[in-house]
């Protein structure tokens, strides 16, 4: 059985005054929000479109694991708990699902496209049906390096909203000897294993943010509460 390798990482996140000086806006990519779980076997295709996803310059993807498949228990294969997941990122998408469709009941695998559209996320067709209806936002992010270390970024909003810090793993694969999934080898890309909250954005506001360690990555949110709409989304440079 493959080893599983996590990176360890520490974080910082703290306002600044000065805004970031001589960085370049985002080009406003999507936000493609995949809520999946290695203990369901409906969930592989939605992970493998989501790899193909993360080379797309159009979006910016973060792929969620899920803890309430966590106890399943399959038969003589009895139950495989996800080593990424999280109740947190459970609590994200309960939220997003009260937003969107006026229930908590969740499920998998489950897209959520801008903030404000949900499809299956196996569906290629309905995925990119979802990003091409998303509005566009005069919001914007821009990034400057500060210290070897550390990131400043600036966030312009006319809407009030939230500062957000994803930080993932760039790429996963361990094998699942338990479960719906038992004998597979599964794979995922840019899997959050940390959400920061960076404060309100109005206007236009900078912070600083520990850049992630080796084998890690980060993307920067600015999302309505809600969660709702997502005004503006980034990788970390």
Known sequence: MSMLRLVPF????????APAMGAAPSDR??????????????CPPAEALFHELADDPSLVTLEWHVDYWDDLVYGRYGVW?????????????????AEIR???????????????AEV????????????????????????????????????????????WVAYF??????EVPRGENHGRELGGRHVVRK????????GEVTYQIALPEEGMGCAVIIQ??????????????
């Open 120 to 163: 299956n996320g196996a569906r290629r067709s309905a995925v990119y049906g979802a990003v091409r209806n998303i509005s566009a936002s005069d919001a914007s992010l821009s990034f400057t390096r500060v210290e070897s270390d550390r990131l400043a970024v600036t966030a312009i909003s006319a809407e009030p909203a939230e500062g």
């Open 169 to 174: 793993v760039r790429d996963i694969e361990n």
């Open 102 to 116: 006026g229930t908590r009941a969740v499920y998998t695998p489950q897209a959520v496209i801008g903030g404000t």
């Open 29 to 42: 990519p999507v936000l493609a929000e995949l809520f999946t779980s290695q203990s369901c076997s409906s």
């Open 224 to 237: 309505a509460p809600g969660p709702g709409p997502v005004h503006a989304a980034a990788y970390c440079p």
């Open 195 to 202: 959400l920061v909250p960076l404060g309100k954005v109005r």
């Open 10 to 17: 520490g974080l910082l996140a703290t306002f600044l005054s």
């Open 81 to 97: 708990k996800d080593p990424w997941s999280d109740a947190a990122f459970t609590e994200r998408q309960r939220r997003y699902n």
